[in-house]
């Protein structure tokens, strides 16, 4: 995994830990450990762990998500890298033709005064042109960057979406008084993780 598809994961991931982190469902009809009682023996806590990273990794739609997303960065970089060399060239042309246009003037190679400004016009012209393509450059690489937010945010979303719709039919008996992301946790426990279960029945639904 490159640089860029870290950053992109590493985006996702931000974005869906929130999920899991404030999701919750209380039952207020649910029993209640006595006298202080955390937990009663042999009894899980109505807790339950899902795994952000091995969402991101093997649900389908959140692949598909940083595919789309690293297509969108690569289409984009080559584009304006395209341009941006193009421009350079032009660039380099224009100066050429300034330093040979004031080895002219200071040889008074030019047969006449309105030559020599006429020449001067048509470098001037050129500046113009020039500063335009790289005032459309800049502009292309601020719609391209605002696009491929846009395009993040929706994935995103979409992707919040889909987690939390399944997570909420999951709970819908409120079995489950909290549902965490195990990033927040300092150990793992047995017999709390959801993941398998949740990845299972997301790329069932998504491929239905």
């Known amino acids: 995994m490159n640089k860029t598809q870290i950053i992109l994961f590493n985006v996702l991931a931000a974005a869906v830990v929130a999920l899991f982190v404030l999701f919750f469902t209380y039952d207020p009809h649910a029993q209640k450990p006595a006298n202080g009682e955390v937990e009663a023996q042999g009894e899980l806590l109505p807790i339950a762990v899902v795994n952000t990273d091995s969402i991101l990794k093997h649900y389908t739609l959140a692949v598909e998500a940083q595919d789309k997303l690293m297509s969108q960065y690569e289409e984009s970089t080559v584009k304006l890298d395209t341009k941006a060399k193009a421009l350079q060239k032009e660039a380099e042309t224009f100066q050429r033709d300034v330093l040979d246009f004031q080895r002219k003037l200071e040889a008074n190679a030019f047969l006449s005064r309105e030559r020599a400004e006429s020449e001067q ?13 790289q005032q459309d450059l800049e502009n292309l690489r601020q719609k391209l960057s ?11 979303q979409q992707l919040q979406d889909s987690v939390m719709a399944y997570l909420r039919e999951y709970n819908a008996d ?11 946790l300092m150990n793992k426990v047995a017999g709390y993780d ?3 279960e949740v990845i299972e029945a997301l790329n069932s639904r998504y491929t239905k």
Do not use: P, R, S
Request: zero cysteines; proline letters at 0%.
């Open 121 to 133: 016009a048509k470098l001037q012209k050129k500046e113009q042109q020039l500063m335009a393509k």
């Open 146 to 156: 605002n696009d491929f937010m846009t395009q993040q945010a929706e994935l995103t």
């Open 174 to 184: 409120g079995h489950a008084h909290l549902i965490l992301n195990d990033a927040v």
């Open 194 to 196: 959801i993941t398998d």
